[in-house]
């Protein structure tokens, strides 16, 4: 089952908000990434509020329901070895205000 693991609001370059876990919240800003070149490069970069990269976001397309979505990687220290995997989608009941949210789906 998905859980929301933060929530961000769209601004101009992207978007800004708070990744919120048990042991870690941190505030976020995912921007846009000008320097892209090729496909394995992220459409966006995530930073926390000390400008440390701590991830990437690729524009995706929902295979069923033909939706686009970003898709997200978090790695840093905190997070222990392992990488964390989210999607980024209108939070519910609140597609209007321009709030998404950071869903983790952890494999069981």
């Known amino acids: 089952m998905a859980q929301a693991i933060g929530y961000v609001t769209e601004t101009e370059n992207g978007f800004t908000g708070q990744l919120a876990m048990m042991s870690l919240k941190k ?13 394995r490069q992220p459409d966006f970069r995530v930073y926390t509020e000390d400008k440390v990269e701590i991830g990437g976001g690729w524009n995706r397309v929902g295979k069923v329901s033909g939706n686009p979505y970003i898709s997200l990687t978090f790695a840093a220290p905190e997070f222990g070895s392992r990488k964390i995997y989210a999607n980024l989608g209108p939070a519910s009941g609140q597609e209007k205000e321009g709030v998404s949210a950071i869903l983790w789906n952890p494999e069981d």
């Open 27 to 39: 505030r976020i800003t995912i921007l846009s990434n000008s320097k892209k070149e090729n496909d």
